[in-house]
């Protein structure tokens, strides 16, 4: 469990009830759309506009509390920044399944990064194809 007051605080954003609310539904879902968030986020605070929420999502994002996960075909989802993964991206549902680096990963990543002088912060990797319910149906 993420204290999501002191993560704002960290990425220099005010911790406001509205921002913490979004926050425990992006982790309640793992990965969400804007639409998602909003229409969960409405059900406790119904004066908050989709502007709002997708102003917030985007600062969030800008700061480095949230990760945008592109789907092919289909709406952005969120998640919460944590350490670095690999995103198993289903084209046909869009369903997002969260997977550890590998140590080769890690190796190649690490000495790519090396021999090319680049200096790596964050990786963010998305494999999409069909995920093991779209390839039986």
Do not use: W
């Not at 945008?68 to 690999?86: A, F, Q, R």
């Not at 090319?116 to 194809?129: D, V």
């Amino acid at each position: 469990m993420y204290d999501f007051a002191e993560r704002l605080k960290e990425a220099g954003l005010k911790a406001t009830i509205q921002r913490i609310f979004i926050l425990e539904v992006i982790e309640s879902y793992g990965h969400a759309t804007i639409e998602e968030i909003y229409e969960e986020t409405i059900k406790k605070h119904p004066s908050l506009s989709l502007a709002t929420v997708y102003k917030n999502i985007l600062l969030m994002v800008e700061k480095g509390v949230l990760n945008e996960v592109p789907v092919t075909g289909k709406k952005t989802k969120y998640e919460l920044s944590k350490e670095d993964h690999i995103h198993l991206i289903c084209t046909s549902c869009g369903k997002v399944e969260d997977r550890p680096y590998l140590e080769d990963a890690q190796q190649l990543f690490s000495s790519l990064s090396r021999s090319e002088h680049f200096a790596l912060r964050q990786q963010l990797i998305n494999l999409y194809g069909l995920c093991h319910a779209c390839q039986s149906a």
